[in-house]
Every structure is written in C-alpha cells, then in structure tokens.
C-alpha cells in the first residue's frame, strides 16, 4: 500500500491526514509550525471539529498517523504528497493569497529525488496547477517523474469527516494516466462504495471549487435578497422558501434565509474567483457575485438596524445577550464570522453585550477582546434588554423560552436565522422578530 504524506496541518490537512489514515494508509503530516506539531503528536486537534479529535488519537495509537517538521522525511516516506495549506484573502485586495501554495512546493521540491505524486487539495485560482507543475518539472531532481495532479476539497465545517469519508464526489485533475491510476489506487475504497470518480484537466479541476463556492453563495444570497423583498412587502420569507423548495428545479437547501454566509472559505473564495475573471479577460461573466457579496454584508447592517429598533431607536446603555460567536454551528471558527461582526457593532454603538458560544469562546475573546464573554447562555442574556440569536446551535434552538425569560429584563428576541419556533417562544410571552418575517 502506498504511504502517503499531508502538508500542511490546519482545518483541511489534519482532517484529511486522520482520514487517510482511517482508510488504512501510513500517514505522516508536515508543518514548519513546530508548537503546532507538538500539539498534534501529544494527540490534540487546536481546532473545533466533531469526530476529528478520537480519530486523530486512534490513528497516532495505532501507528498509521505520525507528524513531522521535516521537508526531508516527508519526501523519503511517501509516495503521494497531498498539499493542504490556506490560500487567504490578500490584504487589500480580493485575489487569493498563494505564498502558502508556493512555498510548500518551493520546500519539497529539491527532495523529490524518486517518481512520486503532488496533489494539491487548497482552493486556488484557475492556473495555479500548470505553473506547480512547471515549477516541479524545473526544481525535483526527479524531473518529470515528481507529477502533479489536483484533487479539491469540498469540506463543509462541521461535516468534514463524513466528507472525507463519503464524499458526494471525487474530482481530479490529472495530465497523465499514471497519476489517474494512482489517485484511483488511494481512493479505491470510496470508489468501491459508489462515490463518483470525475476525471479532468487541471483547468476545470481548479474551477470546479470555486464554481461550487459561488453557486451556493448565489443561492444563500438570492433568499436573503427576497427577504428584503419580503420584509417590505409583509410577505414571510420561511413560507416563501418552502414553496420554492418543492420545485424539483431549485430544491429547499441553502435557502434558509438569515444572517448570511461567513468563514474561512466562502467569503474569500467568491472575492478569489472574480479577481481571477478580471485577469483573465472575463471580468464581466462574474459581475453578479459582487451583488451576492453585498447582498450577504448588508444581512449584517439590517440585523444591526432590527436591534436597534428593538431597543426603542438607541443601542446606548442597552445591555444585550448574544447567542453564538462562530460562523456556523458544529464549529470553532469565527473569520468573517457574521455573528461575531454583529456583536462587535452593537458594541460599536454603545451596547452592553454578553456573549455566549458553546465552542468559540477562545477564538472570539482572540478576535474581539473587548466583548463581554458569559459562561452559558443564561448568563449571557441575564438582565437583557434584546436576545440575539446569531449562530443556530442546536443548544439554542431547543432552549426554554419560559425559562430564559426568567432572567432577562425584557422577553424582546431577534432570530437572526429564522430557525427557532417563533410560536413557542411567543406563546412564553417574547416580541419575536426575524430576517424576512413579519
């Protein structure tokens, strides 16, 4: 069985490493990040993810998954080398950020002395694999021998095991038939169970990523954008998408209307793909993910003006409970959080806000220290004049009205993501208000 090595040990590459290793290869991950592989070997995940952690310390017990600093071991141990490092938002400008991309290419390289595979898993811009390949060809002593192939990842946060493990599909972009022959070879047990095998160029492999990531921000966004429509209309926007989602056309996913995609991926990636439009000459094709974009930061400001209005027209001196911190349930994560910019605009504007999150404290209190941080969702909405409910925990959804109105100075709740039982928490004698309802 081929060994395989994964660089790069944030969100996507330890997922991926773990994975890899449940399938029963040899595993070794790689970081220039020396406390961070230390934190690792020792069996801790420094990130929020269900089921990652258990398999992470399952596999370095069993002795398939270790880790390492080492550009050298990892080119002696493996045969198939997955890059999985971040491509961020450049700073002042939406083009996607590489130098992590290249630099780990630039790090491996002059060690690639035997044939061997390079797969890039990162989401980068249309292009970036045929100059990786070229920079393999001039820089591996192995020459033409150390291939490249592209294989994106479609990790949703929260689900990224199961994604992993079965995934809805498998894209490669490949130049060979040796290197089609030895992904299908890696991932022969997912095939075997009926995941899709698609084989492409690398073009196309690039673009299947960022071409995902802007549907599905359209689609998020087109809800949101009759939400506007529905609030001035008194129209009810969870009744509007149930009726679309029975068209078999459109289907009822992705078009829950509310606050708005955040994160690490979407965000950045959309901005990415535009800018890579513009350089390519086809800035025009991509024009309509500006307004999605903005459709997606103004759900922020309107959630702000909702408060406010809650509030009796000031945000000052109010003292305000917030649910949720990070950009979606079932994680940690809080870039480009819409939760979190939230908060901090309330407290912006004068408001006395707590807030509670049940993984993303940590991360929050990094980002935004200033905020106030409780210790549960009780003692963040003690004495409130609002509740906000900003990211849909599964612990918010089923809380008690009745008894959370026990503590709060007024029974007032702005569900920012139309998913808690709006009769409940009336019946409990709660002003409920909502994105997109009346």
Not at 59 to 65: I, K, N, T, V
Not at 272 to 286: C, N, T
């Amino acid at each position: 069985m081929r060994r395989l090595t994964v660089l790069g040990t944030g969100y996507l590459g330890v997922t991926h490493a773990a994975c890899m290793a449940e399938l029963g290869f040899e595993v070794l991950g790689m970081d220039v990040d020396a406390a961070k592989i230390a934190t690792l070997t020792a069996g801790q995940v420094p990130f929020y993810e269900p089921d990652l952690q258990p398999l992470v310390a399952k596999h370095l017990d069993s002795g398939r998954l270790r880790f390492t600093t080492s550009y050298a071991e990892i080119a002696e141990f493996g045969d198939v080398h997955f890059t999985c490092v971040g491509t961020p938002q450049k700073r002042g400008d939406l083009a996607a950020d590489l130098t992590q991309v290249d630099a780990v290419v630039a790090g491996l390289a002059p060690h690639l002395t035997q044939p061997c595979l390079v797969v890039g898993k990162s989401t980068v811009p249309v292009g970036t694999a045929e100059r990786l390949a070229e920079y393999l060809r001039q820089h591996a002593p192995a020459g033409e021998a150390a291939e490249l192939a592209w294989n994106p990842e479609f990790l949703r946060e929260g689900f990224a095991v199961v994604d992993t493990l079965k995934p809805d599909r498998l894209v490669v972009g490949v130049r060979t038939a040796n290197a089609e022959a030895i992904l299908r070879e890696v991932y022969v047990e997912l095939i075997d169970a009926g995941t899709p095998f698609l084989v492409t160029d690398y073009p196309t492999a690039e673009l299947v990523k960022a071409a995902a990531n802007a549907f599905l921000a359209t689609k998020i966004s087109f809800i949101n954008a009759m939400a506007e429509v529905c609030e001035a209309a008194g129209a009810d926007v969870t009744a509007l998408a149930d009726a679309l989602g029975h068209d078999p056309r459109i289907g009822r996913r992705f078009l829950n209307a509310g606050l708005g995609f955040g994160g690490g991926c979407l965000p950045k990636d959309i901005r990415a793909f535009m800018a890579r439009a513009g350089e390519l000459g086809a800035s025009e094709a991509l024009t309509f993910l500006r307004e999605v974009d903005a459709i997606n930061m103004r759900r922020r400001a309107r959630t702000v003006e909702l408060a406010r209005a809650a509030c009796g027209g000031t945000l000052l001196g109010r003292r305000i409970g917030v649910l949720g911190a990070a950009f979606k349930p079932n994680s940690d994560d809080v870039r480009d959080s819409p939760a979190l910019s939230v908060a901090g605009q309330l407290q912006l504007q004068g408001g006395l806000v707590s807030v509670y999150d049940p993984k993303a404290m940590e991360n929050a209190a990094a980002l935004f220290p200033t905020l106030n941080y409780a210790g549960s969702a009780t003692e963040a909405c003690g004495r409130a004049d609002l509740v906000l409910h900003l990211t849909e925990w599964p612990e918010f959804v089923a809380i008690d009205p009745a008894a959370l109105g026990e503590v709060v100075a007024n029974r007032v709740v702005l569900d920012a993501r139309n998913a808690l039982d709006a009769a409940r928490w009336r019946e409990a004698g709660w002003t409920y208000r909502s994105l997109g309802r009346p």
